[in-house]
């Protein structure tokens, strides 16, 4: 099964500076690569597909990039409601496998 | 609007069963390939089982966490989709998700998770 592998497992940040999020595979996923971000009490929301596709009414602060075992969420611009836990996940194989979480917290 | 229901959660003793069910609507089921993605207390998302769309020749897959012991199925004509939890273990203890694929409009696609369904497994 191929592994995510998340960093790091917690990132603090102030309102309005930048957040680099970084997701690794253990083997090559090409671009099937996901983003979710979950808040306390709510079911995960897609932000990202295809590792750097905004999904729907995700605002463009949020951006993925990254191809093959080296994958990087970017908040442009943090917002007080971007306060949560990050997960990737890959679709390339199966079985599908989340990475174990970013979570971001303020400073 | 694209709406998931989950039910059937409930406290289940080590050994035994439950039938997971969600009902889904503001879309045309049938056309869509589902998930059942799971999450342990305080702990992280497992994706668990998927179901392809068509009934006719339809494609699964299990976690190995599950494989053996969980039945995916669907009925498109009900629009519902079922999780049958069957040897179930402390550890299955968790809030369990029903997951679209992506569903896309305008060019711009999102996927729709219900609101989960809450299995505990306990003597």
């Known amino acids: 099964e191929i592994v995510m592998t998340q960093s790091p497992a917690t990132l603090s940040v102030s309102l309005g500076e930048r957040a680099t999020l970084s997701c690794r595979a253990s083997?090559?996923?090409?671009?099937?690569l996901a983003w979710y971000q979950q808040k306390p009490g709510q079911a995960p929301r897609l932000l990202i597909y295809?590792?750097?596709t905004r999904a729907t009414a995700i605002p463009a602060r949020f951006s993925g990039s990254g191809s093959g075992t080296e994958f990087t969420l970017t908040i442009s611009s943090l917002q007080s409601e971007d306060f949560a836990v990050y997960y990737c996940?890959?679709?390339?194989?199966?079985?599908?496998?989340f990475g174990q979480g970013t979570k971001v917290e303020i400073k | 609007e694209v709406q998931l229901v989950e039910s059937g959660g409930d406290l289940v003793q080590p050994g035994g069963s439950l039938r997971l069910s969600c009902a889904a609507s503001?879309?045309?089921?049938?056309?869509?390939?589902m998930n059942w993605v799971r999450q342990a207390p305080g702990k992280g998302l497992e994706w668990l089982s998927y179901?392809?769309?068509?009934?006719?020749?339809?494609?699964?897959y299990y976690a190995d966490s599950v494989k053996g012991r969980f039945t995916i199925s669907r009925d498109n004509a009900k629009n519902r989709l079922y999780l049958q939890m069957d040897s179930l273990r402390v550890e299955d203890t968790a809030v369990y998700y029903c997951?679209?694929?992506?569903?896309?409009?305008?060019?711009?696609?999102?996927?729709?998770w219900g609101q989960g369904a809450l299995v505990t497994v306990s003597s």
């Open positions: 997951v679209s694929a992506s569903i896309c409009s305008d060019g711009s696609c999102q996927t729709h």
């Open positions: 503001g879309f045309i089921f049938g056309n869509y390939n």
């Open positions: 996940q890959q679709y390339s194989d199966w079985p599908r496998t």
């Open positions: 179901i392809s769309g068509s009934t006719s020749s339809s494609a699964i």
């Open positions: 083997q090559s996923v090409s671009s099937a």
């Open positions: 295809g590792a750097s």
